[in-house]
């Protein structure tokens, strides 16, 4: 601790004392003006509003929040460490002997979503700038996305931070760490202090910030390890919408990464094209080999009969009737080339459609993550959906190891890629499902938190005369879970909605406060 940060906890520790002992009630300050120093605040003008007996000097009080989490302190005890107060708020922060290092990036303008400026401090940036992996990835692959925003703008989206092959996830933990605890809310080191301004451990990663706590989905819990359940048998067999009233789509994909090959951000062309040419080999002899054909599980995947096609070998008009048809990823835009996953566009790129015309099995290959499985179809039979994709992934797996490659897969996280968010088992299962009235409701955001599910729609604001009141409903999770528990969840979940929708539908009242 430095001396400055002692000596404001010893001040802010006697003020806090002192409240003990005042009168609470009369007139409370109200912070109209105030400098805005370190993680504190204090105040240079007051009004006062007046709640219960009369006005008098002795009963003003001064709110210090954050650290304090606002508590209401009297101005005569204030008033008397008043000079003591502006040289503790006015200390220049990161105030060490240590002189910040000439390549540490200017954060300084970015938004308060910024991951970046929570966890990259000096501190964690001299420990891990000389760093690197076995593939030479350095901490300024993984943080070149988020320092390439402009001034004062809040990341597009995500955290901002791309790890360049798996050993990142260990190498350049300092940084990792943290943001996966911040975004997955999970604790990943145990018996740590933890942080008082962000709730990570403090013995990780020093966070000397202002930035307000991100709102929390759910209470944080101590992940010991990750693990994988892709049997179909354990999932529920309850259908969610047999009349096909409701939900329009089931869509479900995963990401996959194949250990020995460097990630997006940092993948050579050679690199990119071996990888290439590894899947291609998948599909020509082992997928449609003629000499499987009575695998009936090999069948069942979805893989057989399937075709590769390269987004260099394709016609303009066939490109963008994949795209509208939400078959084939978009080209990459200002965020992906920052990060440098566009490089080379579109060289060594490709799809896999188990079907041209009505592919209900796709995989992406090297566009953010090196492999992304999809499985789709239209209404609302997850089990079917979630088979074939568990079927496509065993069978993809075998192919690789007959082939001396594997999955990345961390001890404790489960399945990584290149983005921290999309980690453990990577899979998110979505349904695009009818709740006009529900959507409508107050409180239906709420309602999806407790139940572990997130919505976006393109039309979401109940508001707009542009409202559709149809909504893509995935699982909220992806560490901490097996792929069954989250469709399982999943399933739970949609069904409660639609059960409310129905109710809305018959004029029932429904106060989603009070569901559960």
């Not at 501190?123 to 300024?140: F, P, Q």
């Not at 998948?282 to 009936?296: H, M, R």
């Amino acid at each position: 601790m430095t001396a400055s940060s002692a000596a404001k906890k010893a001040f802010l520790s006697k003020a806090v004392s002192a409240t003990a002992t005042a009168a609470v009630g009369g007139s409370f300050a109200i912070l109209c003006h105030n400098w805005y120093k370190d993680d504190h605040v204090c105040t240079s003008t007051l009004e006062t509003s007046s709640t219960e007996g009369p006005c008098t000097a002795s009963s003003y009080w001064m709110n210090v929040s954050r650290a304090t989490q606002n508590i209401l302190l009297p101005m005569s005890l204030l008033q008397s460490q008043r000079t003591a107060c502006e040289e503790f708020f006015s200390t220049p922060k990161n105030k060490s002997s240590q002189p910040v290092d000439p390549s540490f990036p200017d954060l300084s303008r970015f938004g308060s979503h910024s991951y970046l400026k929570r966890y990259l401090t000096p501190e964690v940036y001299a420990k891990l700038k000389d760093k690197t992996t076995s593939n030479g990835v350095t901490l300024e692959d993984l943080i070149r996305s988020g320092t390439c925003l402009p001034w004062g703008a809040n990341p597009p989206r995500g955290t901002a931070v791309y790890a360049g092959d798996d050993e990142s996830y260990d190498v350049f933990a300092d940084i990792l760490v943290p943001v996966l605890e911040d975004y997955h809310h999970f604790r990943l080191v145990q018996n740590k202090k933890r942080n008082n301004n962000k709730g990570t451990p403090g013995t990780v990663v020093p966070t000397p910030t202002n930035q307000p706590e991100p709102p929390r989905r759910r209470s944080e819990g101590m992940l010991r390890r990750q693990f994988t359940n892709l049997n179909p048998n354990y999932v529920l067999q309850q259908k969610l919408d047999p009349s096909g009233d409701y939900i329009l789509q089931t869509r479900m994909r995963v990401a996959r990464s194949i250990k020995g090959f460097p990630f997006s951000p940092v993948i050579t062309r050679a690199q990119r094209r071996e990888l290439e040419q590894l899947f291609l080999d998948c599909v020509q002899e082992d997928w449609n080999n003629p000499s499987d054909a009575e695998d009936d599980i090999f069948n069942d995947s979805g893989l057989r009969g399937g075709t590769y096609i390269r987004v260099m070998d394709m016609t303009n008009e066939q490109h963008e009737d994949l795209i509208a048809r939400h078959i084939l990823f978009h080209d990459p835009d200002e965020y992906n080339i920052s990060a440098n996953i566009g490089r080379d566009w579109p060289d060594a790129r490709g799809i896999f459609l188990n079907n041209v015309e009505k592919p209900d099995l796709v995989m992406w290959i090297n566009k953010e993550d090196h492999l992304r499985i999809f499985s789709m179809s239209n209404g609302g039979d997850l089990l079917a959906v979630f088979t074939r994709l568990s079927r496509a992934l065993a069978k993809l797996e075998e192919s690789l190891k007959k082939r001396g490659y594997s999955f990345c897969v961390h001890p404790r996280y489960g399945f990584v890629n290149t983005s921290p968010e999309n980690l453990g088992t990577a899979l998110r299962a979505s349904v695009f499902v009818k709740l006009y009235r529900l959507g409508q409701q107050p409180g239906f955001d709420e309602l999806l938190d407790r139940l572990r599910l997130e919505a976006s729609s393109r039309f979401k604001n109940a508001k707009s005369s542009r409202y559709s009141g149809i909504f893509d409903i995935a699982n909220a999770e992806r560490l901490g879970q097996s792929e069954v528990q989250l469709i399982n969840t999943m399933i739970n979940g949609v069904g409660r909605l639609i059960d409310l929708e129905k109710r809305l539908e018959r004029g029932e009242k429904v106060n989603l406060d009070e569901i559960r």
